[in-house]
């Protein structure tokens, strides 16, 4: 054999491809029965590689890693051509982040736009669709011996991905929705737990730890899933989501330990663990002033431990050194996320101590309207077109605080005012259209809310946005009052 040389820099599978097909001509000139195989083998050894498997996976890990460093400069070009050559667009990087995230994590809007592109990008016939969407209805409901004779039907499909923009599997579907038996189906059938959503860039077990049973997550786990599962949206592992999201599940978060996961920071504050917090922080100082993902608006660790209400973490957090001051994404201070959070009293009475004050989102959440009415006497310009606290009217949309909502339209806040809100500059009323919040999106709607004001992100309007996330109830209000885009 002859002496090996290196792959292209830019080695790609067509080329190798061509270069087999014409060695295999060659081949055939001296033996009729020459098989491709014969020559990719040829091809593969000439490349220093035992076999054209091990070929093909070489040329895809030096694609990825060239794409992902492209990913990392926000380089569109590079990352549409790689895709335009069929790359695959949910792929993850070391880390388990997609391009997508990657994206979403750096702020690089137009790639993350591109790969939003792609990734919705559906070619399937009308009818595989109807049979995908018929074995995630049976998986989500619970309908066992449904799903049995529709994979029966269409085995094919077992791990297709939805119709829906998260693109899950029927896994993650019965999974998130607690079903056991259709669980196990699924398993039994051979489904694979590695797949991740294209949502939250997630495992069905990341959805079985933040509210599935116990022995859902077992299962999971048993089957061969990723138990850390680093790389998702929320940037905190399967760990983190069955305790920073908002429940701490204690049982499952010890079965998650016990099975491998690693603890951080978020989950040692979660699960109320001091000594861990104190050797986090004693490795790395700076993690006082670290941040969340952008999916819960870049808080500190302090904003966290009011946010899970731990008072035993914000008491350490406070005399570790975590600043009271600093303010997330939404510009809310940790005393103000203890506020709308509904934390324990002396989480509140420590933070204030500590040299915390309530701005007007933690006055309203708190009902404190004589407070919040003088703020807004001494400054009306805070809830006008360019103030600092229109946001709050974004926020009380979101967690549905109908009373709040209504001071604001009362205390005469700009109700189209956009404000950025999980990587998106748009209204409070696009927020009732992502949330399903018919009757705030009537309150906003009949106080003269424009719905015909486009975000900036997806230059949608909130008709757009009721179609897109699936709120057929908001769609059908805007459209009685008459809006068609």
């Known amino acids: 054999m002859g002496s090996s040389h290196e792959l292209p820099a830019r080695a790609n599978l067509e080329h190798l491809r061509n270069e087999a097909k014409q060695r295999l001509k060659d081949l055939r000139a001296r033996d009729a029965a020459a098989r491709l195989s014969d020559a990719q083998l040829l091809v593969a050894r000439e490349y220093g590689l035992p076999s054209w498997r091990r070929l093909k996976a070489a040329v895809d890990d030096r694609e990825r890693a060239r794409v992902f460093a492209a990913a990392r400069e926000g380089d569109v070009a590079v990352v549409r051509q790689a895709l335009e050559r069929g790359f695959n667009p949910g792929s993850s990087d070391a880390d388990g982040r997609s391009l997508h995230q990657l994206a979403k994590i750096l702020g690089h809007t137009e790639l993350e736009l591109l790969m939003r592109d792609y990734q919705e990008r559906d070619e399937r016939s009308d009818q595989v669709k109807q049979a995908v969407a018929a074995i995630q209805s049976a998986a989500a409901d619970g309908r066992a011996d449904e799903l049995r004779g529709l994979l029966d039907e269409h085995p094919d499909l077992l791990d297709a991905r939805g119709v829906e923009f998260n693109k899950q599997t029927a ?145 350490l957090l406070l005399e570790l050194g975590a600043p009271t001051e600093a303010t997330d994404a939404t510009g809310a201070t940790a005393l103000t996320i203890a506020a709308v959070e509904h934390a324990d009293p002396s989480i509140l009475a420590m933070l204030e101590r500590a040299g915390a004050r309530l701005d007007l989102l933690g006055a309203l959440t708190l009902r404190r309207y004589d407070l919040a009415g003088r703020m807004v006497a001494d400054d009306p310009a805070r809830i006008g077109p360019d103030g600092r606290d229109t946001i709050a009217l974004h926020l009380l949309v979101a967690k549905r605080d109908a009373d709040g909502v209504r001071w604001l339209i009362e205390h005469g806040t700009d109700l189209n005012a956009k404000r950025v809100l999980w990587d998106c500059n748009h209204t409070a009323l696009h927020i009732t259209a992502e949330r399903g919040a018919t009757e705030l999106a009537r309150m906003l709607l009949d106080a003269g809310a424009d719905p015909g004001v486009r975000d900036d992100k997806y230059q949608a309007t909130v008709l757009g946005w009721a179609e897109y996330c699936g709120q057929p109830e908001v769609a059908e209000l805007l459209r009685r009052r008459g809006v068609t885009a």
């Open 171 to 315: 896994l993650h579907k019965a999974a998130w929705k607690n079903r056991p038996e259709c669980v196990q189906l699924l398993l039994d059938r051979g489904a694979d737990v590695r797949i991740r959503d294209f949502g939250d860039n997630a495992y069905a077990l990341h959805f079985a730890a933040e509210g599935a049973d116990l022995a859902i997550v077992r299962v999971l786990v048993e089957a061969g899933s990723d138990v850390d599962g680093e790389g998702d949206d929320h940037q905190v592992g399967v760990l983190g989501w069955a305790t920073c999201l908002g429940k701490v599940r204690e049982d499952v978060a010890a079965y998650l330990l016990s099975a491998g996961a690693r603890l951080n920071i978020w989950s040692a504050i979660a699960l109320d663990r001091a000594d861990d917090v104190r050797a986090f922080v004693r490795r790395d100082p700076a993690l006082l002033t670290a941040r969340s993902s952008h999916n819960d608006h870049h808080r500190t660790v302090l904003h966290h431990a009011a946010a899970v209400n731990r008072p035993a973490m914000v008491r």
